[in-house]
């Protein structure tokens, strides 16, 4: 199974319960992107690749509960406590995936790519494995690490998250998801860009 080096599992910090006010609200501008693109589509079946903590895949199936909600990552240690025990977990690579091809409604890989070697490579498993839809997110570089060095983060990197080895522009997503997917609609909560489209 291939698996980036030095791969961060999670986020690098409590993203989804920040005690900061101002991150609190853009986390939630990106929620409300993310779910209203999830019930758009109306999936019977979901496969959230590189879940990391579980708290995407929770609060998505708190806003609808399809038939099956599935989560993988390549390690499941950092599971929070306490999701909704409707979600079913495994331990995958976004690489090989374990799923046949066109099995499941709605993928989505939130905060992966930007994580991988080869996120080319990655996107053909997500759009492998996609029946109807593909829902990908990425930081918008380099406002990502201008707001990061603004708040005093990361600066000895540059404001580089930990883990970040691709930094995607807008148009760089765009490219790369047009390359798998015929795009349906971009979201741009600052400062992510979330893409949902349908596998060619």
């Not at 990655?122 to 990061?148: H, K, M, Q």
């Amino acid at each position: 199974m291939k698996v980036d080096v030095g791969n961060v599992v999670g986020n690098a910090e409590a993203k989804y319960d920040h005690p900061n006010p101002i991150a609190r609200r853009l986390v939630a501008g990106f929620k409300r992107a993310v779910g209203d693109l999830y019930l758009r589509t109306c999936p019977e079946s979901v496969l959230e690749v590189g879940c990391g903590e579980g708290l995407l895949a929770d609060s998505l199936i708190r806003l609808r509960r399809p038939a099956r909600f599935e989560a993988c990552d390549v390690d499941l240690s950092r599971l929070a406590p306490g999701l909704d025990p409707h979600l079913s977990f495994q331990t995958a690579s976004i690489y090989q995936l374990p799923h046949a091809d066109r099995s499941v409604d709605l993928v989505l890989a939130c905060e992966v790519l930007e994580h991988l070697e080869d996120p080319a490579a990655g996107l053909r498993e997500l759009a492998r494995v996609a029946r109807r839809a593909v829902l990908v997110s990425t930081p918008w570089e380099p406002v990502w690490r201008v707001l990061n060095l603004a708040r005093g983060r990361y600066v000895r990197a540059l404001g580089n998250t930990p883990g970040h080895i691709q930094h995607f522009s807008r148009r760089a997503l765009l490219r790369l998801a047009e390359t798998r997917l015929r795009v349906v609609e971009v979201r741009r909560p600052l400062p992510w860009t979330v893409i949902l489209g349908e596998p060619r």
